[in-house]
């Protein structure tokens, strides 16, 4: 008989399985608090769980059915997971600490691959090979916060994956993310290549998260060069589903932007950016590219950086720099999984 997933459920559905077992509703209030309040993997350390609910539970049911396969902890002490599905496929979670502060981001896979294949990325090099389900995708969280004993205060969907192409389960963890685990829309932001479609529905549902644009372009002649997307979904069409965006929702948009040396990292790229975004309510993110041994494109220099970012304050946007982190672990999304792969191969 299948198991049940404890991760996912809510109390409700902790309570039905409780009595359906002979247990009182009771237990599943103090399991509910183990799991989302305690992070607690081992159904042993419930302390106060009787030994008969104990046994019934490792019979009956899993906390998980993902679990860290690998694990990597930089010098600036980000830390890369790698997590195995049931099915053998892995998936990557990265955790960050932002210049000491107390918050913790946790960035997120929502698919094993990316159907997508921009040119600079390493997932991409990997194919594309599923959806993450929900419990697989809340998972990550639970595990992090397992492993390290802390309690995630920010989720980043970056990791592996293009979410809106898992739209429906997206929804389904945010929505466990914010009820269960008490992390607030606000504190979540999902990073989208630009599924137009994806999009317009997020609008209509006025999403309230922080919608993030892996932009990387100042036009479509550069953006289709690196990213494919755009033969699909060109820029100037990107830019408007953005703009009616930020008017139905009245939230800022961010503009991910990744600097790389002699592609998109010029004094008129950066003129040209500003230029088309001169419209839009948003945020921008200037990211230094994760320069990697399988790829060909480089970072750009420290100068071309900043020069990018005055022009584009000059323009009136808040622009901030993301800081390269775990750049001597493979923090960027699909390097710790294209090595296990290696391996296998
Ligand atoms: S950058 Fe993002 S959307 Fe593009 S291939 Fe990589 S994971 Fe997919």
Known sequence: MEKFVILGKNLKQMEDFMIDNSQSKFRAKQLYN??????????????????????????????????????????DSTIKYLFEMGDGSYSEAVLMRFDNRSNLTACISTQVGCPMNCAFCATAKLGFKRNLTCDEIIQQIFLIQSDMSVKVTNIV???????????DNLLSSIKIFREQFQIGSRRITVSTCGIIPAINKL??????????????????????SIMPVALKYPFDDLLSALK?????????????????????????????????????KCNVNL??????????????????????????????????????????????????????????V
């Open 34 to 75: 183990w799991v989302y309040l305690n992070s607690v993997s081992d159904i042993d350390l419930m302390s106060n769980l009787p030994l008969q609910t104990r046994e019934m539970l490792k019979e009956k049911a899993v906390l998980t059915t993902i679990s860290v396969k690998d694990k990597q902890v930089s010098k």
């Open 287 to 344: 990211i230094v590219y994760n320069q990697n041994d399988k790829s060909n494109f480089k970072k750009a220099d420290k100068i071309s950086v900043q020069k990018f970012k005055y022009i584009l304050e000059a323009s009136g946007k808040k622009v901030t720099i993301r800081l390269e982190r775990g750049a001597d672990i493979d923090a960027a999304c699909g390097q710790l999984s294209s090595k296990f792969s290696n391996k296998k």
């Open 157 to 167: 969907f970056m990791g592996q994956g293009e979410p809106l192409l898992n739209l």
């Open 203 to 224: 609008a209509e549902m006025d999403f309230q998260s922080t919608l993030a644009v892996s932009l990387h372009a100042p036009n479509q002649e550069i953006r289709k």
């Open 244 to 280: 009616s965006y930020t008017e139905k929702t009245s939230r800022r948009v961010t503009i991910e932007y990744v600097l790389m040396k002699g592609i998109n990292d010029s004094v008129n790229n950066a003129k040209d950016l500003a230029y088309a975004i001169s419209k839009l």
